[in-house]
């Protein structure tokens, strides 16, 4: 019998997808969870805290640049203001970019997010204050990333845009000196 392959595109980063989702549903999953298998506060917000933070470091550090081509961090400068700093692939290869691995990475970037709200909503239905600390924690992480990638994103465009509008500026200028050396 002849297998027949699925139509459409693949991951093509298959073991980084895996690890871009992994660390956010193991910080959901044990801090919803955790209240069956331990009964003390510490070690939720300890291990929570410490997956959310493997969480942000693998999506800002790894993830974040073979998924999608973007890295951002932010510096302080001499004056002692924060400076964001943002880094993407060229035109190019931000084109070949795999659009399923795009998908999931921005997809559970935001979906993660909206997860610790309802979490962090519950906790304050609940009147559970220490663990709004654990869900605030971990939102902050959540959201740094968020703000970073979509600030990244906006200005990835924008140097595409400069560079667009540079090379259509320069060979309208080489055609119209040529037009004219003609003359």
């Not at 989702?21 to 959901?28: E, G, H, P, S």
């Not at 993660?112 to 709200?117: M, P, R």
């Not at 962090?120 to 869900?135: E, K």
């Not at 259509?168 to 080489?174: G, H, P, V």
Request: proline share 1%; net charge positive; glycine share 4%.
């Amino acid at each position: 019998m002849e297998r027949v392959q699925p139509t459409g595109e693949n991951y093509a980063n298959p073991r980084t997808c895996f690890f871009h989702v992994l660390f956010k549903a193991a910080a959901l999953a044990f801090y919803i969870l955790s209240a069956l298998f331990f009964n003390s506060f510490v070690i939720i917000f300890v291990v929570t805290v410490l997956l959310a933070a493997l969480d942000f470091w693998v999506v800002k550090n790894v993830s974040g640049r073979i998924l999608v081509g973007l890295r951002w961090w932010n510096e302080i400068n001499e004056q002692g203001e924060s400076v964001w700093k943002f880094e993407c692939l060229d035109q190019e290869s931000l084109a070949r970019m795999n659009k399923k691995d795009s998908w999931l990475f921005w997809w559970t970037l935001y979906l993660t997010a909206v997860a610790w709200i309802f979490l962090g909503i519950f906790s304050l239905i609940r009147f559970q204050a220490d663990y709004l600390l654990v869900v605030g924690v971990c939102l902050s992480l959540s959201i740094a990333n968020i703000v970073g990638f979509t600030k990244c994103r906006k200005d990835a465009k924008k140097q595409i845009q400069q560079f667009a509008s540079q090379t259509i500026a320069s060979r309208f200028s080489s055609t119209l000196q040529s037009a004219f050396s003609v003359v």
